[in-house]
């Protein structure tokens, strides 16, 4: 048993390597037909046109890559085994066809490790320059220092924690600047309240007071016990589906925690937030599609009506998950449950197939 799972696991690994390449060097060079003219105007030189499209790929398709690769490896390696009648002397030995692919279930949880760390060593930075390219002007939220710092009218402001359930915030900094953008004033304290859509309350506050027209003189120092400071109706800038793909899993989560409490909206980050999490579970669920769909295809001696089938499951998943989280995105709580709700449905679907291949 074990030389068979030895070969099963090879097979799968040398199917998933050339599947991977296979599909990034045909995103690239389908990418770069679809992008030539705005390619020529941002590269200059070749090497800087590549550099480009493999930024594209990590950035814009690496999220979709891995797990269509593994459905590939999964189908090649059970289909191979079908309509090379493996299949049949696995079941004339007395051997399950699904214990023997096992192992391809094992390395699929180990491709589903692999994408959550390139999705977030590779494909986040790639999605943060993608963002840069597309908006060089905008970006109104910077992460430095674990922080997320808001504009807001003349007030630029952070916050370093976010209780969700009675809208304090600790470890807030707030620099106010009047019309012509200069300094006016900072207020720093351990916690402040939300009291009103607009309008925040600090308590026990360090306020340092500037004067514009003499920049060299030291600041005004006190300490207050109350503050009441009221934001521009604009508070919380509203970030573009790439611009959330580019945060790192940590900022993204304060940020979907943060916008909930400050009065944005918060569906869009929820969506993406958990969208990053489930992303390597579907890996594992693609290779357990991919294998009963693949098995089936000995009754008939043809893979393609299967491979057919399985083009409209990642079609209909993918189409399910990212159109679907966009209706989703308009309730906090549906925008954390869909794309787990999703993963559940298909799982369902493929937990059926396997179990009539069982039978």
């Avoid at 944005?264 to 958990?274: I, K, P, Q, T, Y």
């Amino acid at each position: 048993m074990v030389t068979v799972w030895r070969h099963y696991a090879a097979r799968f690994s040398r199917a998933f390597a050339a599947a991977l390449a296979i599909l990034a060097l045909l995103v690239i060079a389908v990418d770069a037909m679809l992008h030539l003219a705005s390619l020529f105007e941002q590269a200059p030189t070749a090497g800087a046109a590549l550099e480009i499209l493999i930024e594209r790929a990590l950035g814009a398709y690496l999220e979709h890559l891995i797990p269509v690769a593994t459905f590939v490896a999964a189908f090649w390696c059970a289909g191979s085994a079908s309509m090379g009648r493996e299949v049949l002397a696995l079941k004339a030995s007395g051997i399950s066809p699904l214990v023997a692919l096992a192992p391809v279930l094992v390395l699929a949880s180990g491709v589903a490790l692999l994408h959550f760390a390139a999705a977030e060593q590779l494909g986040v930075p790639a999605a943060a320059a993608l963002a840069v390219r597309k908006n060089p002007a905008g970006g109104d939220l910077r992460v430095r220092a674990g922080g997320i710092w808001y504009h807001a009218g003349r007030v630029v402001y952070s916050v370093r924690e976010v209780d969700a359930t009675t809208g304090a915030v600790s470890d807030i900094q707030v620099y106010e600047r009047d019309v012509e953008g200069r300094l006016v004033r900072t207020i720093r304290a351990a916690r402040a309240q939300r009291i009103a859509p607009q309008r925040w309350e600090f308590a026990d506050a360090r306020v340092s007071e500037f004067d514009p027209q003499a920049p060299a003189e030291p600041p005004r120092e006190q300490r207050s016990a109350r503050i009441v400071l009221e934001l521009a109706s604009d508070r919380s800038p509203r970030l573009s589906r790439g611009e959330l793909a580019g945060l790192p899993l940590a900022a993204l989560q304060r940020v979907a925690a943060e916008r909930a409490v400050l009065g944005a909206e918060a569906g869009a980050a929820r969506v993406a937030l958990h969208n990053r999490l489930s992303s390597p579970l579907a890996v594992v669920l693609f290779a357990a599609l991919a294998i009963p769909l693949a098995l089936r295809s000995e009754e008939r001696r043809s893979l393609a009506r299967a491979a057919l089938q399985g083009a409209a499951l990642l079609l209909a998943f993918f189409l399910a998950r990212d159109y679907g989280s966009s209706f989703a995105a308009r309730s906090v709580e549906v925008a954390a449950a869909f794309p787990w709700f999703t993963l559940a449905a298909f799982a369902a679907l493929g937990a059926i197939a396997l179990r009539r291949v069982a039978t």
